[in-house]
């Protein structure tokens, strides 16, 4: 009797047949990082080519209309003024009801009280916060987190009780005190914890050494330190404060005033419609933000540089 080998009893493997080169390049050999760029760069341009003229056609739509004719707007959307007029903005602010100039008014004072409120509350806060190495700090900010995640239509009908109960209904300083809370503090208050963590310990120890207290510190020290936080926290919340349109509509009423997004949904009317007025008024209401935005442009793009580089 004969014993064979283990590798005897296993049926020999069959070698797979070997590959063509393909131009010039061996078989199954990885396509080179340059002839990937070559193949998905017209692809990449046109996706990006494609997205550009998504996000800018509205802006295109409400400039070009805006100085058009309403026969050519209807004839028309897309097509650029052939014979520009300035009768849809003339139109719009000469409005017997006034409500471009009371909406700009209104929304002007609501998003700079706002602001000027959240500011220095937000970035004291934050550096109360920043300065705590225990584990209360990981509670409160996850709390905040929470205001971030949760939709404002949640919150809206407590919101509005509350200001019912104190009084402020149906009133700017009640839309304001909305504005305090919820999303826009909590935005502020992880923009500038970001930022303060980055200021040495030394340099509060030594102020502190110098004799000076916590209010003087964060005024004095930490807030010129933390000036690109400040803008960009200014920007965002001034931006989303004016294109609000659920808080002003809900909470002031379409009685008690407007907001330009208010005034905006006012001058829809039910069974017509003047588009060229209607776009005349949307130019002007984005000419402010537009201004706003190349004032402080620099110290938007220097917080957003400082911001990916630590």
């Given at each position: 009797?004969?014993?064979?080998?283990?590798?005897?009893?296993?049926?020999?493997?069959?070698?797979?047949?070997?590959?063509?080169?393909?131009?010039?390049?061996?078989?199954?050999?990885?396509?080179?990082?340059?002839?990937?760029?070559?193949?998905?760069?017209?692809?990449?341009?046109?996706?990006?080519?494609?997205?550009?003229?998504?996000?800018?056609?509205?802006?295109?739509?409400?400039?070009?209309?805006?100085?058009?004719?309403?026969?050519?707007?209807?004839?028309?959307?897309?097509?650029?003024?052939?014979?520009?007029?300035?009768?849809?903005?003339?139109?719009?602010?000469?409005?017997?009801?006034?409500?471009?100039?009371?909406?700009?008014?209104?929304?002007?004072?609501?998003?700079?009280?706002?602001?000027?409120?959240?500011?220095?509350?937000?970035?004291?806060?934050?550096?109360?916060?920043?300065?705590?190495?225990?584990?209360?700090?990981?509670?409160?900010?996850?709390?905040?987190?929470?205001?971030?995640?949760?939709?404002?239509?949640?919150?809206?009908?407590?919101?509005?009780?509350?200001?019912?109960?104190?009084?402020?209904?149906?009133?700017?300083?009640?839309?304001?005190?909305?504005?305090?809370?919820?999303?826009?503090?909590?935005?502020?208050?992880?923009?500038?914890?970001?930022?303060?963590?980055?200021?040495?310990?030394?340099?509060?120890?030594?102020a502190r050494l110098d004799g000076a207290g916590g209010l003087r510190i964060w005024w004095t020290i930490i807030m010129p330190l933390v000036r690109p936080a400040t803008a960009t926290v200014a920007i965002f919340l001034s931006l989303w404060i004016w294109n609000d349109f659920l808080n002003p509509q809900f909470i002031l009423g379409p009685l008690q005033g407007q907001t330009i997004t208010t005034g905006l949904y006012l001058?829809?009317?039910?069974?017509?419609?003047?588009?060229?007025?209607?776009?005349?008024?949307?130019?002007?209401?984005?000419?402010?933000?537009?201004?706003?935005?190349?004032?402080?442009?620099?110290?938007?793009?220097?917080?957003?540089?400082?911001?990916?580089?630590?």
């Amino acid at each position: 009797m004969t014993v064979q080998s283990p590798s005897a009893r296993r049926p020999a493997l069959r070698r797979p047949p070997a590959r063509r080169p393909v131009h010039g390049r061996p078989a199954g050999a990885a396509v080179p990082r340059r002839g990937r760029r070559r193949l998905f760069g017209p692809a990449r341009l046109a996706l990006a080519v494609v997205l550009v003229l998504v996000f800018v056609s509205p802006i295109y739509l409400t400039v070009v209309n805006a100085f058009k004719k309403e026969d050519d707007i209807v004839a028309g959307p897309a097509t650029p003024p052939v014979h520009p007029t300035l009768h849809n903005l003339s139109t719009a602010l000469n409005r017997p009801d006034h409500l471009l100039q009371l909406g700009l008014r209104n929304s002007l004072i609501v998003v700079v009280c706002s602001v000027l409120l959240l500011i220095p509350l937000g970035s004291a806060f934050s550096f109360w916060i920043s300065r705590r190495r225990t584990r209360p700090r990981a509670v409160v900010l996850a709390v905040l987190a929470a205001g971030l995640m949760i939709p404002p239509q949640v919150v809206l009908l407590p919101t509005i009780r509350i200001l019912t109960f104190l009084g402020l209904d149906h009133s700017y300083p009640g839309l304001i005190l909305s504005n305090l809370g919820g999303g826009y503090f909590s935005f502020a208050v992880f923009v500038y914890v970001g930022f303060m963590r980055a200021v040495p310990d030394e340099v509060v120890e030594a102020a502190r050494l110098d004799g000076a207290g916590g209010l003087r510190i964060w005024w004095t020290i930490i807030m010129p330190l933390v000036r690109p936080a400040t803008a960009t926290v200014a920007i965002f919340l001034s931006l989303w404060i004016w294109n609000d349109f659920l808080n002003p509509q809900f909470i002031l009423g379409p009685l008690q005033g407007q907001t330009i997004t208010t005034g905006l949904y006012l001058s829809v009317g039910q069974f017509q419609m003047d588009y060229g007025q209607l776009f005349g008024i949307m130019f002007l209401a984005g000419v402010i933000p537009v201004v706003g935005y190349l004032a402080m442009q620099k110290q938007f793009i220097a917080g957003l540089t400082a911001g990916s580089t630590k």
